[in-house]
T-cell receptor
């Protein structure tokens, strides 16, 4: 069974500071990993994804994440926070679609709310 | 590209009535669509997976007779909450995956907020 753990339900950083949102996963097969962002009362927007290619993945809005198999982690980082980054961030894991009959369902972490202080 | 819409964005209904939520992929064909439910300040919980032209696969604990899902075309899936009750009030989000081999990305709709009085 797959699972995702996001450490810290709420992270607060100052504008211009490093953003680090933690995600650890558990999976019995090589996972696909995703980070999504959700603004209030909106759906989810894909930030980036890891699908077994390069372990350092660059996404939109200056975010990137590194897949570390030895640590079963997929932490999200951004060198310099912007006020517009304030939102809820979700890490998700899935089996590769069609792998062993999988439909590629996403299993989400509980989310981390990012606040950015001026 | 890869835009998913939902309609309505917000609905208020009386207890006992049924509510239909539409999910459309606007610029791509989606063989698979997913329906999620999100409670306040919580994560998304997968309710069901639907493939075009076949019956939906429901997650454990989700009542298929209460949450009717239809995926009649490659661009439209509907979720009908039948005989809604206040505990069904929630944020319902759909997602769609492209009809192409090994496409892994799900594109999410903006969500529908349901309030049952």
């Amino acid at each position: 069974a797959q699972s995702v753990t996001q450490l810290g339900s709420h992270v607060s950083v100052s504008e211009g500071a490093l953003v680090l949102l933690r995600c650890n996963y558990s999976s019995s097969v090589p996972p696909y990993l995703f980070w999504y962002v959700q603004y209030p009362n909106q759906g989810l927007q894909l930030l980036l994804k890891y699908t077994s290619a390069a372990t350092l993945v660059k996404g939109i809005n200056g975010f990137e994440a590194e897949f570390k198999k030895s640590e079963t982690s997929f932490h999200l980082t951004k060198p310099s926070a912007h006020m517009s980054d304030a939102a809820e961030y979700f890490c998700a894991v899935s089996d590769p679609p069609y792998y062993g009959g999988s439909q590629g369902n996403l299993i989400f972490g509980k989310g981390t709310k990012l606040s950015v202080k001026p | 590209g890869a835009v998913v819409s939902q309609h309505p964005s917000r609905v208020i209904c009386k207890s006992g009535t049924s509510v239909k939520i539409e999910c459309r992929s606007l610029d791509f064909q989606a063989t698979t669509m997913f329906w999620y439910r999100q409670f306040p300040k919580q994560s998304l919980m997968l309710m069901a997976t639907s493939n075009e032209g076949s019956k939906a696969t429901y997650e454990q604990g989700v009542e298929k007779d209460k949450f009717l899902i239809n995926h009649a075309s490659l661009t439209l899936s509907t979720l009908t909450v039948t005989s809604a009750h206040p505990e069904d009030s929630s944020f319902y989000i759909c997602s769609a995956r492209m009809a192409a081999s090994y496409q892994e990305t799900q594109y999410f709709g903006p969500g529908t907020r349901l309030l049952v009085l």
